[in-house]
Every structure is written in C-alpha cells, then in structure tokens.
C-alpha cells in the first residue's frame, strides 16, 4: 500500500474516532449545560421578581388573596408566590412535580424565600424539563451539523496537505526508481523541494545510481580487456599442445597429460568466448533490425541439437505457431538464446525425460515456452540462476555463464524472462515478447 493511502486512511480514521467520541460524549455535555444555564437563568427570572416586588409592592401581585400564582400558555413555566410562617430557610434548587390545571408536570424549581415589612413569603420559580431537554437536543443536533462541517473541512484540507507534502516523493519515484533502464543516466536535474529530507533522499538516490554505474563500467572495462588479453596466450598454447600431439614419439603417458591440458584449454577459451560475447552485448556491438519468424529458428536449434537429445533418450514435443514474425531483434543473439536454453533443457533433463516448446498471445504479447522434466531449480536460486558464474554446485555443472548469457541477450533485446521451476520436477522458462516485437 502507498505511503499516501496509508496517511489519508489514518487521517479518516483518526478523524471518525475523534468524531465519534464527541457524539457519544455530547448528550451528557449538552444536558450539563442547558442544566447549568436553566438554573442561571432561573435565579435571573427571581432577582427580576424581587425588583419587581420592591416596585409595585407586594399587594400588587396579591390583589386582596393570600397567593400569587401564574404560568405561560403552554405551562413551560411558572411563578407561584405565597405568605410563609416558618422560620426555615428553604432557598435551593430542585426537580420535582408540580400539578397545575389538573396536569402532572415535572419541572426544574428555583424555590426563595424573602421578607418584606416583617413579612415572610415564599417564592418558586419553575421551567418545564420537557423544555429544557427539547433544548437540549436542537442544542445538540447545531453542534453536531457544525461538527460534520468543521470535520469534513479539516479532513479535506489534511489530505490536500498531505498530498502536496508527499509530491515530492512521488517524483522521486517516478523519476528515479520507476522504469529506470539500465545503465542510468549520468546527470539528472535535481528534485526542486523545500523539504530537507526529500532533497536529502533525491541527492543520496542520485548518487548512489552514479556510483552503479561506474562500478558497471569498470566490470565491463575489465571482462572487456581480460577477454581479449587471455585470448591470444590460449590460442598460442592450444597450437603449440595440437603440434606436440602430432609428434609420433611422444611417449604415451605424456600424450594423455597434453590430452587432458587440451581439454583444460579448450574449456577456458569456451569461458573467454563467453565473456567476450556478454561484453559485446554490454557494449552494445549488435544491432536489433532483424526481423525473426520463430518456429524454424527453433527447429534448426533443435536440429542442431537432436543428437545430445538421442543421447538421453528424450521426447522433444514443439507446438509453436507458424508464421510469427519477432521484428526488433538480432538473429545471431536470439538463436543464441534459445540455443542455450533448449541446450540446458536437454543438458539438465533426465533419462527418458521430455522436453516441450510451445507459445501463446497473453494481453498483446507473444510467450514462448520451454520446458523440460529434468532436475529443477531450487525456489532460493531463481534469483540468482542468471548470475554470472552462480550457480547451484548440488545441482548444475558447468562454468555458470550460460543462463547469464541468455539474460544478457533477452536484457538487450528487450524480452522479459520469467522462471518456474522446483527441484525435482522441472523447469519453465518463458520469453515474453512485446507488442513492440511483434509489430514492424
């Protein structure tokens, strides 16, 4: 998963938490408050009454009875006022029921008492709790509409945020790491960023790619001059071991001793060859106009072939499509390519064992297909089998260039080269040519 995607996914998350712990939190907050402010505005209500009082005069609100009572249409509120005899201070606040009109209602009750001319009265001020709650609900339903607001607000301007912070990386990756051929260039524009970090990042990548590639070229700088500096002394040895075995007086066990020197020398100039042509490739000395129709190649690889294949006994199986034409690529280095792999199939295979070639179309490329029943590569060596002299020693023989010449080859003509194999039981090597091979 990308960087970003993980950050705006966190940022969601924490966001709906953070969002759904306000909401379960907000009944008992809202029901705090519109508490705290029906109380306040309950011991407002009475100093309004008291001031009222000390103006009009007691009896004014009396009119000749012993109580005063009133309350709003809906019976939301109420003020009831009456002569109290007792001594006892009964100033609170409380939520109790009071009948008026018949009805039972609960209310939030301010209840005072205060003296005027020696006399003591009762005053209770009350509000509805149905009121109180309905507030607290409209109360709670504005904050949470202007919660959503805030929070998709905040959410949208985190993942802009988040995004134009993380571009910079996003040009690193594509510019630097993605669809990256190699050699890599030798200079690029460096990343334009205020931030440290990825600028940090860009220059370390840069280098590090510089450093690649003068390593590439000093090995290919040495394979290059060791090739050809260890060509000429062979081929003088191997002249001078073929005219001394020419010589009929050469006792027998000294001809036995050049034999095996002869064999030494052919297989070390075998290994120089190689490395001479991987060199090639690297420096690019072949062209890639040949246009290639693949089943003959095939067949005259396995012509060329048929009698190592004899030797084991094995059941060569080609089902290949007539007349595909591979156009982009160089004859010599593909009938290489598949030399070596049909010469490791058969090289690798068992007694009796079969080997089958076959080719497909997969989303607009062309597959060819070779596969063998032979010893199988083990899963940890797949990604090292085309490694120059590695090489599984418990399974294959051999100097260890022939897979490396064929990646060399399907690297420099552009074919992908995929491996499925298991010990025992086989191997398939695929070679997938694109559309680009395909058209002229």
């Known amino acids: 998963m990308r960087l970003y995607t993980k950050l705006t996914l966190f940022a969601v998350a924490t966001t709906i938490v953070v969002l759904g712990l306000f909401v379960w939190q907000l009944p008992f907050l809202m029901q705090k408050i519109a508490s705290g402010n029906t109380n306040k505005n309950l011991a407002q209500q009475r100093e309004k009454v008291l001031n009222a009082i000390r103006e009009n005069g007691i009896g004014y609100y009396f009119q000749g009875d012993s109580a005063y009572g009133s309350y709003s249409m809906l019976k939301d509120e109420y003020i009831s ?20 009109d ?10 005072d008492t205060f003296t005027i001319q020696a006399h003591t009265y009762l005053l209770e001020i009350g509000k509805k709790i149905t009121s109180i709650q309905e507030e607290s609900v409209a109360l709670q339903r504005a904050t949470i509409g202007v919660l959503i607001v805030l929070t998709l607000i905040m959410a949208l301007v985190q993942l802009f945020y988040t995004r134009h912070l993380l ?53 290919k700088e040495f394979t290059s001059n060791a090739s050809h500096e260890l060509m000429t002394p062979i081929s003088i040895m191997q002249s001078k071991i073929e005219n001394m075995l020419t010589d009929p007086e050469l006792p027998a066990g000294v001809v036995l001793k050049l034999e095996d020197t002869m064999r030494i020398m052919k297989r070390l100039k075998k290994i120089v060859n190689a490395l001479l042509l991987i060199s090639r490739i690297e420096n690019e000395q072949y062209n890639r106009n040949d246009t290639v129709i693949a089943k003959p190649m095939i067949r005259e690889v396995l ?12 059941v060569v199986e080609e089902r290949l499509t007539d007349g595909v034409q591979l156009h982009h690529v160089n004859r010599d280095l593909l009938f290489q390519l598949f030399y070596n792999l049909i010469h490791n199939a058969i090289r690798y295979n068992r007694p009796n064992g079969r080997i089958t070639l076959s080719d497909r179309y997969v989303n607009g490329e062309y597959v060819l297909c070779i596969e063998d ?31 490396s010449i064929v990646k060399s080859i399907a690297d420099y003509q552009r074919i992908r080269i995929s491996l499925n194999s298991d010990a025992g039981r086989g191997s398939q090597f695929e070679l997938h040519f694109s559309a680009a091979h395909l058209a002229p």
């Open 81 to 100: 006022l009456e002569s109290y005899y007792s001594g006892a201070d009964l100033t609170r606040l409380q939520t109790a029921e009071r009948i008026i």
């Open 167 to 219: 571009k910079p990386l996003g040009s690193i990756i594509r510019n630097r790491l993605i669809k990256k051929t190699f050699p890599f260039p030798d200079s690029q524009p460096p990343l334009l960023t205020s931030t440290y970090d990825f600028r940090y990042l860009d220059q370390s990548i840069s280098q590090l790619m510089q450093q690649v590639n003068h390593a590439f070229e000093k090995e």
């Open 303 to 314: 012509e060329e072939l048929q009698h190592r294949a004899d030797e084991k006994t094995l």
């Open 102 to 111: 018949g009805d039972t209602i609960n209310y939030r009750i301010l209840i």
């Open 373 to 403: 029943t032979g010893i199988g590569i083990e899963e940890p060596q797949h990604e090292r089998i085309f490694d120059r002299f590695k090489k599984s020693t418990a399974q294959r023989e051999g100097f260890g260039l022939g897979l």
